[in-house]
């Protein structure tokens, strides 16, 4: 890692270097303590006499030792050697110890895994309520330092396509790219030539091992498509408009032209569920076992797949719904509509959370990447936009498409792909957490029919493109997390893996009533029912039991306390309160008066005589 | 061009063979794992759940007695012993691990009043109506011989209770007056009076040991300085306190069981106010034990149950009863803070969990993990509406349900009353008092 500074450094220290003419042999360790070692056996000079004195004093507030540990500039090399060098202790032979305690861990990996604002202030309470609020802050923060650590021992690295010097990557084309990787990579990359049953609809199932498809005129297929081995392959008769997998790769639910079927991997019907019917889109939020189903007849369908209930059916009463996609950070949906809006959904609410106008025309695709940080929009404007979805759903970044792209989805990695007709471009961010780069594409690919459906691969550098000559499955490099997490989706799971998991995960099912904008809304403090509660009980008390009771002197010694005596330190309590009112009340005063005056206007002469 | 595909080499992520264990890599990104928070609650609303469907604490019943227990008392070395005295003036021994009396003393005509052990474990004394303390061997009589006290002493009047040292050859007897006692001698070393009254019970303090606590009829609670010839001082409560017991952990700190349904933690250093008031019996509390840990005690009813108190909380935690259990005569917390016993006017001794929904026996380690982490889940959606709901229900017999809502109608009405006489009368004239002063009598030193 390039934030553990190298011992075996190749610069030299300065001290070695004024010493220039005798060089003894030096160990790795003994980077900055030989002159000392050789000039000053007796005792070392004083000044680092001094730091060893200050090495034991370790700060008593367990806050601070987390945060010491956490480098602050971990860029800079220098930085934390400078901090390193007085702390080495040394033993009686005078080697010093090169190990002093836990390396840095680089503030940015910290704050990735950092669960609380510290930019909020502790509120004001109890010591004891307040002392237990710090414990836990700084457990987390040790929490955080450790996760940060973790990342050291993650197997793989993200891939990347760099072009050489002035060559644009997106004039590499799939073949290229396929004979530059290793064979196994190459295998990922095949078309399916499917031109009979046209346009397609695919899939990739959770773990990213499995892809379903569906074509318009009714073929619907499985199969695991990185050994190629096809599950199930079937004929619906009838128009198939989407295809999705359930929570597990055994579960296919398919939208039919009039109602929505569930099948396993197999191919078997299990369900025909008529109460979605016209469904022209699918959406699955896999922690809460909910399909949610758009129809043209406008409404927007919950289907708990768990219990087979139907948890909430909402008119969106903006006629035919045939945009939706959902947010991976707070289960929203998002329905893009023929006015140019985009509305966001949650089945605890019979209206949309929030409308936000995106084109001018119609809205065409939308999609929302693994952060919930960015929506990408596209119109009938030819317009492709990119909002953020933080509160302000301004637009980011926005640019003009020759032909408007029809569909769009995200990578893991916030890589950005979409369909304009018959080609494909994809764009790429800095890193996961900013929104790509609409300036320049990373690739483009041309597919031998009109595109109807693009997904990204789970953790594989792999994108899934359906149109209308078939299936595609393009290379992208650097587009999937590189390091999956066992527990939550594996993709090299057993049956008996999966089957533990599936127990699990229904276990822990979200109650869709908990489907917000905030997710992390649930860890907070519920202000509004507090404040509520405080305001009954004064109600019911009659009087406020928190307000400080009139100052009482404490009886003193014999002869102390007389009446005089008493009634000079009641005053002095009174006096003392008053005057800190009147200096709170005028600390708030200039801060006023700076506020009125008009910024950047030259003094006037009249102004003196405005008070 | 330079290119670089993310690819995988499945060995590293399968097992080799069968016997192996499944390869599970982890990565904490955030990202890969979605709705923490939702899922936190959701299991802590499962954990929740199951903690109320496996809480079985009732264990075991010690039958045996041919009249009510009157009082109990551990082995300072063994755990599984028990020693229990009835008001017939039967001690009985038992063993819990096989649930067995090992052995039965005939030691007094009429109530045993007291019983205690020595702290080494050899030897008990017990006193009881007939005027009488008698010392008696831990072990049985051997084959041939009689069951004997090793010592008697005869006193004067009735003595109600007794305790020992924990550290030396001393005890402390309570009647008329509180008396201590050398083991070696037949008449007490000191005694010492502070009016004229019966007391009910005396405590020596286990970390301080030369300091004794005593609870007398006449509603005080009385502190002593075994090395002074006179008592310390004395608070007086509203109404009597049947016993105290003093904290294992914070020598300054006790609890009093009191007749008005409640129980009082005190600070030793400053009784003019209780540290807390524990309220939810529904009825006299007769006896308290705290928990060797000091984080919570156990007390004993009249209502006929018994409830268990954190120290800092003013309602209890859990609540035990059956349908068979009469009135808790005496309740002790065993001394691997995982058990509690009590015994009850209809004859039994009963054994209850500690902790109600705890799994008794050998855990495994992914088991214990598994506790932990539901444990950690637990404390921290605690305050949640719904999950608060669900660990607080406890089902209660319906005299004792009955009663709360009466006692809560009689109180709102008491508060009511007061808060009208300060609304009408002159501001200032009527001081309000606070709920923990207005227990208090007084404190005389």
């Given at each position: 890692?390039?934030?553990?500074?190298?011992?075996?450094?190749?610069?030299?220290?300065?001290?070695?270097?004024?010493?220039?003419?005798?060089?003894?042999?030096?160990?790795?360790?003994?980077?900055?303590?030989?002159?000392?070692?050789?000039?000053?056996?007796?005792?070392?000079?004083?000044?680092?006499?001094?730091?060893?004195?200050?090495?034991?004093?370790?700060?008593?507030?367990?806050?601070?030792?987390?945060?010491?540990?956490?480098?602050?500039?971990?860029?800079?090399?220098?930085?934390?050697?400078?901090?390193?060098?007085?702390?080495?202790?040394?033993?009686?032979?005078?080697?010093?110890?090169?190990?002093?305690?836990?390396?840095?861990?680089?503030?940015?990996?910290?704050?990735?895994?950092?669960?609380?604002?510290?930019?909020?202030?502790?509120?004001?309470?109890?010591?004891?309520?307040?002392?237990?609020?710090?414990?836990?802050?700084?457990?987390?923060?040790?929490?955080?330092?450790?996760?940060?650590?973790?990342?050291?021992?993650?197997?793989?690295?993200?891939?990347?396509?760099?072009?050489?010097?002035?060559?644009?990557?997106?004039?590499?084309?799939?073949?290229?790219?396929?004979?530059?990787?290793?064979?196994?990579?190459?295998?990922?990359?095949?078309?399916?030539?499917?031109?009979?049953?046209?346009?397609?609809?695919?899939?990739?199932?959770?773990?990213?091992?499995?892809?379903?498809?569906?074509?318009?005129?009714?073929?619907?297929?499985?199969?695991?498509?990185?050994?190629?081995?096809?599950?199930?392959?079937?004929?619906?008769?009838?128009?198939?408009?989407?295809?999705?997998?359930?929570?597990?790769?055994?579960?296919?639910?398919?939208?039919?032209?009039?109602?929505?079927?569930?099948?396993?991997?197999?191919?078997?019907?299990?369900?025909?569920?008529?109460?979605?019917?016209?469904?022209?889109?699918?959406?699955?939020?896999?922690?809460?076992?909910?399909?949610?189903?758009?129809?043209?007849?406008?409404?927007?369908?919950?289907?708990?797949?768990?219990?087979?209930?139907?948890?909430?059916?909402?008119?969106?009463?903006?006629?035919?719904?045939?945009?939706?996609?959902?947010?991976?950070?707070?289960?929203?949906?998002?329905?893009?509509?023929?006015?140019?809006?985009?509305?966001?959904?949650?089945?605890?609410?019979?209206?949309?959370?929030?409308?936000?106008?995106?084109?001018?025309?119609?809205?065409?695709?939308?999609?929302?990447?693994?952060?919930?940080?960015?929506?990408?929009?596209?119109?009938?404007?030819?317009?492709?936009?990119?909002?953020?979805?933080?509160?302000?759903?301004?637009?980011?970044?926005?640019?003009?498409?020759?032909?408007?792209?029809?569909?769009?989805?995200?990578?893991?990695?916030?890589?950005?792909?979409?369909?304009?007709?018959?080609?494909?471009?994809?764009w790429a961010g800095q890193g996961k957490a900013s929104p790509p780069s609409?300036?320049?594409?990373?690739?483009?690919?041309?597919?031998?029919?009109?595109?109807?459906?693009?997904?990204?691969?789970?953790?594989?550098?792999?994108?899934?493109?359906?149109?209308?000559?078939?299936?595609?499955?393009?290379?992208?490099?650097?587009?999937?997390?590189?390091?999956?997490?066992?527990?939550?989706?594996?993709?090299?799971?057993?049956?008996?893996?999966?089957?533990?998991?599936?127990?699990?995960?229904?276990?822990?099912?979200?109650?869709?009533?908990?489907?917000?904008?905030?997710?992390?809304?649930?860890?907070?403090?519920?202000?509004?029912?507090?404040?509520?509660?405080?305001?009954?009980?004064?109600?019911?008390?009659?009087?406020?039991?928190?307000?400080?009771?009139?100052?009482?002197?404490?009886?003193?010694?014999?002869?102390?306390?007389?009446?005089?005596?008493?009634?000079?330190?009641?005053?002095?309590?009174?006096?003392?309160?008053?005057?800190?009112?009147?200096?709170?009340?005028?600390?708030?005063?200039?801060?006023?008066?700076?506020?009125?005056?008009?910024?950047?206007?030259?003094?006037?002469?009249?102004?003196?005589?405005?008070? | 061009?330079?290119?670089?595909?993310?690819?995988?080499?499945?060995?590293?992520?399968?097992?080799?063979?069968?016997?192996?264990?499944?390869?599970?890599?982890?990565?904490?990104?955030?990202?890969?794992?979605?709705?923490?928070?939702?899922?936190?609650?959701?299991?802590?609303?499962?954990?929740?759940?199951?903690?109320?469907?496996?809480?079985?604490?009732?264990?075991?019943?010690?039958?045996?007695?041919?009249?009510?227990?009157?009082?109990?008392?551990?082995?300072?070395?063994?755990?599984?012993?028990?020693?229990?005295?009835?008001?017939?003036?039967?001690?009985?021994?038992?063993?819990?691990?096989?649930?067995?009396?090992?052995?039965?003393?005939?030691?007094?005509?009429?109530?045993?009043?007291?019983?205690?052990?020595?702290?080494?474990?050899?030897?008990?004394?017990?006193?009881?109506?007939?005027?009488?303390?008698?010392?008696?061997?831990?072990?049985?009589?051997?084959?041939?011989?009689?069951?004997?006290?090793?010592?008697?002493?005869?006193?004067?009047?009735?003595?109600?209770?007794?305790?020992?040292?924990?550290?030396?050859?001393?005890?402390?007897?309570?009647?008329?007056?509180?008396?201590?006692?050398?083991?070696?001698?037949?008449?007490?070393?000191?005694?010492?009076?502070?009016?004229?009254?019966s007391i009910s019970s005396v405590k020596f303090n286990p970390i301080e040991?030369?300091?004794?606590?005593?609870?007398?009829?006449?509603?005080?609670?009385?502190?002593?300085?075994?090395?002074?010839?006179?008592?310390?001082?004395?608070?007086?409560?509203?109404?009597?306190?049947?016993?105290?017991?003093?904290?294992?952990?914070?020598?300054?700190?006790?609890?009093?069981?009191?007749?008005?349904?409640?129980?009082?933690?005190?600070?030793?250093?400053?009784?003019?106010?209780?540290?807390?008031?524990?309220?939810?019996?529904?009825?006299?509390?007769?006896?308290?034990?705290?928990?060797?840990?000091?984080?919570?005690?156990?007390?004993?009813?009249?209502?006929?149950?018994?409830?268990?108190?954190?120290?800092?909380?003013?309602?209890?935690?859990?609540?035990?009863?059956?349908?068979?259990?009469?009135?808790?005569?005496?309740?002790?917390?065993?001394?691997?803070?995982?058990?509690?016993?009590?015994?009850?006017?209809?004859?039994?001794?009963?054994?209850?969990?500690?902790?109600?929904?705890?799994?008794?026996?050998?855990?495994?380690?992914?088991?214990?993990?598994?506790?932990?982490?539901?444990?950690?889940?637990?404390?921290?959606?605690?305050?949640?509406?719904?999950?608060?709901?669900?660990?607080?229900?406890?089902?209660?017999?319906?005299?004792?349900?009955?009663?709360?809502?009466?006692?809560?109608?009689?109180?709102?009405?008491?508060?009511?009353?007061?808060?009208?006489?300060?609304?009408?009368?002159?501001?200032?004239?009527?001081?309000?008092?606070?709920?923990?002063?207005?227990?208090?009598?007084?404190?005389?030193?």
């Amino acid at each position: 890692m390039e934030t553990v500074p190298k011992l075996g450094n190749n610069v030299p220290p300065k001290k070695d270097k004024l010493q220039g003419k005798k060089k003894k042999p030096r160990r790795y360790w003994e980077e900055e303590t030989t002159q000392t070692a050789a000039g000053a056996s007796p005792g070392p000079p004083r000044k680092r006499k001094r730091n060893r004195e200050l090495r034991p004093q370790k700060p008593k507030n367990t806050h601070s030792t987390k945060k010491s540990r956490i480098s602050k500039k971990p860029q800079v090399p220098k930085k934390p050697r400078e901090r390193r060098s007085p702390g080495p202790q040394r033993s009686l032979s005078g080697a010093q110890d090169p190990f002093t305690g836990p390396a840095p861990v680089p503030v940015e990996v910290v704050q990735k895994f950092c669960r609380i604002d510290k930019s909020k202030k502790l509120p004001r309470s109890e010591t004891k309520i307040r002392s237990r609020l710090e414990a836990a802050e700084a457990q987390e923060e040790e929490i955080s330092v450790k996760a940060a650590r973790s990342e050291l021992l993650l197997a793989e690295e993200p891939g990347f396509l760099e072009g050489e010097d002035g060559e644009d990557t997106a004039k590499i084309c799939q073949a290229d790219i396929v004979e530059a990787v290793d064979i196994a990579s190459a295998a990922k990359h095949f078309d399916l030539n499917l031109r009979q049953f046209g346009p397609y609809r695919l899939n990739y199932s959770r773990t990213g091992r499995h892809l379903a498809f569906g074509g318009r005129r009714g073929h619907v297929a499985a199969l695991d498509w990185v050994t190629k081995k096809l599950m199930c392959e079937i004929n619906v008769m009838e128009a198939v408009r989407d295809i999705r997998f359930l929570h597990s790769e055994a579960l296919l639910a398919v939208a039919q032209n009039r109602w929505l079927h569930i099948y396993d991997n197999q191919g078997i019907e299990l369900h025909c569920i008529r109460r979605c019917d016209r469904i022209t889109q699918l959406e699955f939020l896999p922690f809460h076992f909910l399909l949610a189903t758009a129809s043209e007849t406008g409404f927007l369908t919950y289907l708990d797949v768990s219990v087979g209930k139907i948890v909430a059916a909402l008119n969106a009463r903006a006629g035919r719904l045939n945009i939706m996609t959902q947010n991976p950070y707070n289960a929203v949906i998002h329905l893009g509509h023929s006015n140019g809006t985009v509305s966001l959904w949650s089945p605890a609410m019979k209206e949309p959370l929030a409308k936000i106008l995106c084109h001018r025309g119609g809205v065409r695709a939308v999609a929302v990447d693994s952060t919930g940080t960015h929506m990408a929009t596209s119109g009938l404007d030819h317009q492709l936009k990119i909002f953020d979805l933080r509160g302000t759903f301004q637009p980011l970044s926005a640019r003009t498409l020759p032909q408007g792209a029809g569909h769009l989805a995200f990578s893991q990695r916030g890589l950005l792909a979409a369909g304009t007709g018959d080609v494909v471009n994809i764009w790429a961010g800095q890193g996961k957490a900013s929104p790509p780069s609409l300036e320049q594409p990373y690739l483009t690919h041309r597919l031998s029919g009109h595109v109807h459906g693009l997904q990204f691969c789970p953790f594989e550098d792999v994108l899934g493109v359906g149109h209308s000559g078939g299936i595609t499955s393009m290379l992208v490099p650097g587009a999937a997390e590189p390091n999956f997490d066992g527990l939550e989706s594996n993709p090299y799971r057993s049956r008996k893996q999966r089957q533990e998991w599936e127990v699990k995960a229904l276990l822990e099912k979200v109650p869709a009533e908990l489907i917000c904008l905030d997710p992390r809304a649930l860890a907070e403090v519920d202000v509004i029912s507090l404040e509520q509660e405080e305001k009954e009980r004064l109600e019911r008390l009659g009087y406020d039991p928190d307000t400080k009771p009139p100052f009482q002197p404490k009886p003193k010694q014999k002869g102390r306390s007389s009446t005089a005596s008493l009634v000079k330190r009641k005053r002095k309590v009174m006096d003392e309160e008053h005057r800190d009112k009147v200096r709170q009340s005028l600390e708030q005063q200039p801060q006023k008066q700076e506020k009125a005056k008009p910024m950047g206007a030259r003094p006037s002469a009249l102004d003196r005589f405005v008070r | 061009m330079k290119v670089k595909m993310l690819s995988r080499n499945p060995d590293s992520y399968v097992r080799e063979t069968k016997l192996d264990l499944q390869r599970v890599p982890r990565n904490y990104d955030p990202t890969l794992h979605p709705f923490e928070v939702p899922r936190e609650y959701v299991r802590a609303l499962n954990a929740t759940k199951l903690e109320r469907v496996f809480a079985k604490p009732f264990l075991a019943s010690l039958d045996g007695h041919r009249d009510g227990v009157s009082c109990l008392a551990k082995h300072p070395k063994s755990l599984a012993t028990v020693l229990s005295g009835a008001c017939d003036g039967e001690v009985r021994i038992w063993n819990l691990t096989k649930r067995k009396c090992i052995r039965m003393i005939q030691a007094h005509e009429g109530f045993v009043r007291g019983i205690c052990t020595r702290f080494c474990g050899t030897s008990f004394f017990t006193v009881g109506d007939d005027k009488t303390v008698k010392q008696w061997k831990m072990d049985g009589p051997s084959y041939g011989e009689e069951e004997e006290p090793l010592h008697t002493i005869l006193g004067k009047t009735v003595y109600t209770g007794i305790d020992h040292h924990w550290k030396e050859a001393v005890f402390a007897t309570c009647g008329q007056q509180v008396d201590i006692w050398d083991e070696q001698r037949t008449s007490p070393i000191c005694s010492m009076t502070w009016g004229f009254d019966s007391i009910s019970s005396v405590k020596f303090n286990p970390i301080e040991t030369f300091l004794l606590g005593s609870c007398a009829s006449d509603r005080n609670i009385v502190l002593y300085d075994m090395r002074q010839a006179t008592p310390l001082k004395k608070v007086i409560l509203d109404m009597r306190t049947n016993t105290i017991c003093w904290n294992p952990m914070e020598a300054f700190i006790f609890t009093a069981a009191n007749e008005d349904y409640n129980l009082y933690t005190f600070d030793m250093r400053a009784l003019d106010t209780p540290v807390m008031i524990h309220m939810d019996h529904v009825s006299a509390v007769l006896d308290v034990d705290y928990s060797p840990t000091g984080k919570d005690f156990v007390s004993a009813s009249f209502d006929k149950s018994i409830r268990i108190f954190p120290v800092d909380r003013s309602r209890s935690r859990e609540v035990y009863h059956t349908k068979r259990m009469q009135h808790v005569i005496c309740v002790k917390w065993t001394s691997d803070s995982k058990y509690i016993m009590c015994g009850s006017d209809e004859m039994n001794i009963r054994l209850w969990k500690a902790n109600a929904s705890e799994k008794l026996g050998v855990l495994t380690s992914r088991e214990k993990a598994a506790t932990d982490y539901n444990q950690r889940l637990k404390e921290k959606f605690q305050h949640h509406p719904h999950i608060k709901r669900i660990s607080r229900h406890r089902h209660l017999p319906k005299s004792i349900y009955s009663q709360i809502q009466e006692q809560r109608i009689m109180k709102e009405a008491r508060r009511r009353k007061e808060l009208n006489r300060i609304k009408h009368s002159k501001p200032g004239s009527v001081q309000r008092v606070s709920e923990k002063k207005k227990r208090v009598v007084a404190v005389v030193k």
